[in-house]
């Protein structure tokens, strides 16, 4: 199994930056392909950003289309979420996900076999 764990939320102004972290334990995360989920209170868990394995191919939702940008480090077993220009309506639990499928980099959550606890991301305007 792959045990992931977010980091780096937190509470923000509208316009600022944040770079969340998924740090895997266990199994190697190098095959697999990652991605970020969130949920906002009360609503479903959308898809925000996947990438690869390799991390060549990367796809993203359109709400955070050319603000956010999906990355990995798998010599440390991390994949990260830069985001930037965050709005209010970014606030939500971020979730990140492993696929055992490492081309699998779409947005089903069906798609994805592990899924760490999330970290909060609070945007103020």
């Known amino acids: 199994q792959v045990q992931l764990v977010e980091s780096g939320g937190g509470l923000v102004q509208a316009g600022d930056s944040l770079r969340l972290s998924c740090a895997a334990s266990?199994?190697?995360?190098?095959?697999?392909?990652v991605g970020w989920f969130r949920q906002a209170s009360g609503k479903e868990r959308d898809f925000v950003a996947a990438?690869?394995?390799?991390?060549?191919?990367?796809y993203y939702a359109d709400p955070v289309e050319g603000r956010f940008t999906i990355s990995r480090d798998n010599a440390k077993n991390t994949v990260y979420l830069q985001m930037n220009s965050l709005t209010p309506e970014d606030t939500a639990g971020y979730y990140c996900?492993?696929?055992?499928?490492?081309?699998?980099?779409?947005?089903?959550?069906?798609?994805?076999?592990?899924w760490g606890q999330g970290t909060q991301v609070t945007v103020c305007s």
């Open positions: 266990g199994r190697t995360l190098s095959s697999y392909a």
């Open positions: 996900a492993a696929s055992r499928n490492g081309y699998y980099y779409a947005g089903e959550v069906a798609g994805y076999d592990f």
């Open positions: 990438i690869t394995w390799t991390g060549r191919s990367t």
